[in-house]
């Protein structure tokens, strides 16, 4: 690429991205996940380049590592993970389940102070079940950073999606599926009600606002895929601003993908 196509392409993203900081009034869904916005950050990439070090964008964080769902295709390697007694093919029932403490918080704040801009909530769990979810998020919001995150949503408290509503950019709703046999089956859990609930309630709650922006997300294997065009009909008209289609990825150290 030459240097005229960089620069063209720097500035095209730049106004792409301009909705960031005039207020977060317009999501630009198509450049959601475009895959140049590290253009954003040639600062770092030339920090990261010459020194091989730089401060960190984004980071990943998890809040638990044990889960109400048991997809028997989830990567987490659930033989290690806390409360095996709760997920088919488990092994150590000695396990202790693992809840982010508030160091991690304080870690995510030191990052901030020093540039970090935003932070993606996944781990190997399920983070609306750690019992200081909605304080994590406040204390995450307070360092001023855009706040991510995935749920399987099925959760029982209303607080949940109020702290969603008012901290975070962004949040994906891991469905899978769109039909409930097939969410019960692939999900270990006879909650796909509970769960379309849930974010119709977040989706009302949000009304005209733009923020979070709320998507479905669908991992396909050699059974979902052919629901695909029937899941998408049927997350539009649930009304959520994208739909995410990813493959399902084999982790050979987990028992439950052999
Ligand atoms: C491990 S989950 C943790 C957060 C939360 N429990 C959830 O399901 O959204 C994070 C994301 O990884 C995806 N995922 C899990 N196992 C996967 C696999 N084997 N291949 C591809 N994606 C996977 C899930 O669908 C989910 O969107
Ligand atoms: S809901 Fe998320 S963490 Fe839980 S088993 Fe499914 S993919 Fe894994």
């Not at 909705?19 to 600062?43: A, M, R, T």
């Not at 962004?170 to 019960?184: M, P, T």
């Not at 005209?208 to 065009?229: H, M, R, S, W």
Request: a neutral charge.
């Amino acid at each position: 690429m030459s240097n005229e196509t960089i620069i063209d392409e720097y500035k095209r993203i730049i106004d792409s991205v301009k909705f960031v900081s005039e207020g977060k009034n317009e999501p630009n869904l198509k450049d959601f996940q475009d895959s140049k916005k590290i253009f954003n950050h040639i600062k770092n990439v030339y920090e990261l380049f010459y020194t091989g070090d730089t401060t960190p964008v984004h980071m990943t964080i998890g809040f638990t590592n044990y889960c109400q769902h048991k997809c028997p295709w989830c990567y987490i390697n659930w033989q290690q993970a806390g409360r095996t007694s709760e997920r088919s093919g488990a092994g150590d029932i000695n396990r202790k389940a693992i809840n982010a403490s508030d160091r991690l918080i304080d870690g995510v704040g030191e990052a901030a102070a020093i540039g970090l801009k935003a932070v993606t909530i996944v781990g190997d769990g399920e983070p609306t079940l750690h019992k200081k979810f909605v304080e994590y998020l406040k204390r995450l919001k307070s360092f001023n950073l855009d706040i991510g995150m995935f749920s399987n949503f099925s959760f029982d408290k209303k607080e949940i999606l109020y702290a969603m509503l008012e901290n975070c950019f962004f949040i994906r709703a891991s469905l899978d599926s769109a039909k409930k046999e097939y969410h019960d089956k692939s999900h270990g859990n006879d909650d796909f009600d509970k769960v379309i609930n849930n974010i119709k309630d977040l989706l009302k709650l949000r009304g005209e606002k733009k923020f979070p922006i709320i998507g479905a997300q669908y991992v396909t294997n050699t059974e979902n895929y052919k629901d695909l065009p029937y899941a998408a009909e049927f997350y539009k008209n649930l009304g959520v601003d994208y739909m995410t289609i990813k493959p399902m990825l084999k982790n050979d150290l987990n028992i439950a993908h052999k």
